[in-house]
């Protein structure tokens, strides 16, 4: 089982990491991006997958 946490606490770091090398968010079906702190929509429209 101790095999396992460790591998867990691997990919949640890995993921924790590579959330820093995005600057948009997809967030209630719209992509937005984050300027100086705030949340800009972004100017292409939403596909609605």
Known sequence: MLP????????AC??????FLRNTVRWRGGEYYIRDG?????TSPSSGD
């Open 38 to 42: 705030l949340l800009v929509p972004s």
């Open 4 to 11: 396992l946490v460790v591998l867990w606490d691997g990919v």
């Open 14 to 19: 890995a993921m924790w990491l590579a959330s």
